[in-house]
């Protein structure tokens, strides 16, 4: 059963090299908790790469039309780039066009702070270990930690710890500022750390900047905040209902 669900993946997702590895594994009847590779393995390291992209926009399309001065700053941001660059509002954003975009970079990076598509994160301990802060762990015991969660927490992210705020991922230059994952482990940290961060962060800018070019978006479905589905992706419950409406300033 277990096969047959890693295989579906594996076709809808395209991970091959990840999914192979371990359905040749549980093909040959190897048992999974003795190999040193299945050791470390958790389900989520497959199931990762699997709709978490779109839990991300989701969250941060809902967000940002909350917040129409974020919206703007957006599309300004992309009217500057596409400015410098010399390209047209008809081609699609290119690498260096992307990279230039820091507040649509930090826009993104804040709703996933505030909803993690994977929200919750449980990994199995190898050997008895003790935590950085004094805490033991046990052989076989299971570690979870919440994104979600720490996203909350006063003592990491500040009194606005609940605000969504792109500003806080900004240096004074407007230049984008990382953070440990180890506080923002919205890509898991240490060696097994999210391997498709960069290629998501592609997707999800040139499709936030080819649809903020042109349209601007107020969400409608009623007030307050959508109800949070915790399945393996933090989901939205009820769908993002939407108006959209061209931009003034688009021109095409
Ligand atoms: C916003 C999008 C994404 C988020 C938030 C995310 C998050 C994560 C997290 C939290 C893990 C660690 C899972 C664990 O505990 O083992 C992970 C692992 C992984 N992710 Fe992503 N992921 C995203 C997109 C992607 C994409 C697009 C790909 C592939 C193209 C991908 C490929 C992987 C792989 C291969 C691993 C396993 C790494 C390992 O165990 O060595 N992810 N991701």
Redesign the pocket.
């Known amino acids: 059963m277990a096969y047959i669900q890693m295989k579906s993946i594996v076709a809808s ?1 395209g ?1 091959p090299g ?1 999914v192979l590895s371990l359905t040749l594994r549980m093909e040959a009847g190897l048992p999974m908790k003795r190999r040193r590779a299945s050791a ?3 389900p ?3 199931l ?2 699997r709709d ?2 779109s ?2 926009l989701t969250w941060f399309f809902w967000l940002v039309s909350g917040q129409p001065d974020v919206e703007d700053r957006i599309a300004r941001e992309i009217r500057a780039v596409r400015a410098s660059s010399g390209s047209t509002d008809a081609a699609a954003f290119s690498f260096d066009e992307l990279r230039e975009m820091h507040y649509l970079h930090a826009a993104i990076t804040e709703a ?1 702070r505030l909803y ?3 929200a919750m ?3 199995c301990c190898q050997n008895d270990d003790v935590l950085p802060d004094g805490t033991f762990v046990g052989k076989g015991w299971q570690v979870t930690y919440s ?1 979600y969660a720490m996203a909350r927490l006063e003592e990491l992210w500040g009194a606005d710890c609940e605000e969504f705020r792109p500003e806080r991922w900004l240096d004074e230059d407007g230049v984008f500022r990382p953070e440990s994952p180890f506080k923002y ?4 940290g240490g ?7 960069e ?3 592609i ?2 800018k040139s499709i936030a900047a080819c649809v903020f070019e042109r349209f601007s978006f107020r969400f409608v479905g009623g007030e307050g905040r959508p109800g949070l589905v915790f399945s393996v992706t933090l989901r939205m419950e009820g769908g993002l209902p939407m108006r959209v409406k061209k931009r003034r300033d688009s021109v095409c």
């Open positions: 997702e991970h990840l470390t393995w958790s989520t390291s497959v990762a790469g978490t992209t839990s991300a996933m993690p598509p994977v994160d449980s990994h994104a482990p919205v890509f898991h060696p097994r750390m999210c391997l498709g961060k290629m998501a962060y997707q999800m």
